[in-house]
């Protein structure tokens, strides 16, 4: 159902300890995600000065946390020291390792998001706090990727659009806006806050990218926001 759910953290979750505890299935031998937020259900999860932390080793495309639903994340907590932590600590591949893989309505009001991934990795992959396939809405929080690589990647689709607002927050790392081909290129982007801060990576704040010919329906707005 579309019933809301509120989880509200009352201590640091490592969803490790879930799985080695068999608390957590991993459902398959090689698993896509960590927690999935099923179609259909809308959960709000506050951080609450706590952190979700997850490692490892991968050797295929992966999530930590896995939304094709409804997922809003926000940190009630008075310091803001709520956040959500992965780490790739495995040799690197043609594949993404996400924290934060959303396929359906996410909007973050807060938390840190991490992307801790080894530099073999970023060398070889591609490593984001926030991979986006669907609709986001960023109000706040801090996006941090200490793998040298994008703070989010928003990837164009085909059927329907990639729309992303963001209206404050940090972003550490570039924010990569692509379209994958002449088929997919569906999106939207919209800043109207938030302080960007470059990274070494690619010397710049926002990237757009057509990889595609056809990049008609691609289109960015910046309305506001720090740039350094």
Same mark, same amino acid.
């Given at each position: 159902?579309?019933?809301?759910?509120?989880?509200?953290?009352?201590?640091d979750?490592?969803?490790?300890?879930?799985?080695?505890?068999?608390?957590?299935s991993?459902?398959a031998?090689?698993?896509?995600y960590?927690?999935?937020?099923?179609?259909?259900?809308?959960v709000?999860? *506050?951080l609450?000065?706590h952190?979700?932390?997850h490692?490892?080793?991968q050797? !295929?495309?992966?999530?930590?946390?896995?939304?094709?639903g409804?997922?809003t994340?926000?940190?009630?907590?008075?310091n803001?020291s709520g956040?959500?932590?992965?780490?790739?600590?495995?040799?690197g591949?043609e594949?993404?390792s996400n924290?934060?893989?959303?396929?359906?309505?996410l909007?973050?009001?807060?938390?840190?998001i991490e992307?801790?991934?080894?530099?073999t990795v970023a !060398?070889?992959?591609?490593?984001?706090? /926030? *991979?986006?396939?669907?609709?986001l809405t960023?109000n706040g929080?801090?996006f941090?990727?200490n793998?040298?690589y994008? !703070?989010?990647?928003?990837?164009?689709t085909?059927d329907?659009?990639?729309?992303?607002t /963001?209206?404050?927050?940090?972003?550490?790392?570039?924010? *990569?806006?692509?379209t994958?081909?002449a088929?997919?290129?569906?999106?939207t982007l919209?800043?109207n806050?938030?302080?960007?801060n470059? *990274?070494?990576?690619?010397n710049?704040?926002?990237?757009l990218?057509?990889?595609g010919a056809?990049v008609d329906?691609?289109n960015?707005?910046i309305?506001?926001g720090?740039?350094?």
């Amino acid at each position: 159902s579309n019933e809301e759910t509120n989880i509200t953290l009352g201590g640091d979750i490592d969803l490790n300890d879930l799985l080695n505890a068999g608390i957590l299935s991993t459902r398959a031998s090689e698993p896509t995600y960590g927690l999935l937020i099923p179609a259909g259900k809308n959960v709000v999860l *506050d951080l609450n000065g706590h952190t979700i932390s997850h490692e490892k080793a991968q050797t !295929s495309a992966y999530a930590m946390i896995d939304n094709k639903g409804t997922l809003t994340i926000e940190d009630s907590s008075a310091n803001k020291s709520g956040k959500i932590a992965y780490r790739d600590n495995g040799n690197g591949g043609e594949y993404a390792s996400n924290t934060i893989w959303n396929r359906g309505v996410l909007t973050i009001n807060g938390g840190t998001i991490e992307n801790n991934s080894s530099a073999t990795v970023a !060398s070889n992959g591609y490593p984001h706090p /926030i *991979d986006n396939y669907g609709v986001l809405t960023i109000n706040g929080g801090t996006f941090t990727n200490n793998a040298n690589y994008s !703070s989010m990647r928003i990837w164009c689709t085909t059927d329907d659009d990639t729309i992303v607002t /963001i209206n404050g927050g940090t972003f550490n790392g570039s924010i *990569d806006f692509q379209t994958p081909n002449a088929s997919a290129n569906k999106g939207t982007l919209t800043i109207n806050g938030g302080t960007f801060n470059a *990274d070494t990576y690619t010397n710049c704040s926002v990237r757009l990218l057509g990889f595609g010919a056809d990049v008609d329906e691609m289109n960015g707005y910046i309305n506001g926001g720090h740039f350094n």
